[in-house]
């Protein structure tokens, strides 16, 4: 599978963005999504994930309340809506799949978008 992400930006601390992951070359439906992001000079980190199975979710607690992922089969696009943004979340955001799957850890993917920026300035 291939993934492009896009949505990030340049936004102030309080704001949103919302991130786009779309999905091509495998049945979407058979894998599990997950954002992860990584600041500079620190290890990449989960931030949420979406089952294939089910479509439960879950967060890191750094964005629990303010982040939500949400998947669109028909597109075959995950979704990373971003609240209440404050400057520790600046990074590179990333995309990823594992097909029949679930994990927290970026080792437990498979599959990785480019990457996008989102830069919260205070």
């Known amino acids: 599978v291939q993934l492009q992400a896009s949505g990030g930006g340049l936004v102030q601390a309080g704001g949103s963005l919302r991130l786009s992951c779309a999905a091509s070359?495998?049945?979407?439906?058979?894998?599990?999504m997950g954002w992860f992001r990584q600041a500079p000079g620190k290890e990449r980190e989960f931030v949420a994930g979406?089952?294939?199975?089910?479509?439960?979710?879950n967060y890191a607690d750094s964005v629990k309340g303010r982040f939500t992922i949400s998947r669109d089969h028909a597109k075959n696009t995950v979704y990373l809506q971003m609240n209440s943004l404050k400057p520790e979340d600046t990074a590179i955001y990333y995309c990823a799949a594992v097909e029949l799957g679930y994990g927290t850890s970026w080792d437990e993917y498979d599959y990785w978008g480019q990457g996008t920026l989102v830069t919260v300035s205070s």
């Open positions: 979406i089952r294939w199975s089910g479509g439960a979710t």
């Open positions: 070359g495998r049945t979407f439906s058979r894998y599990s």
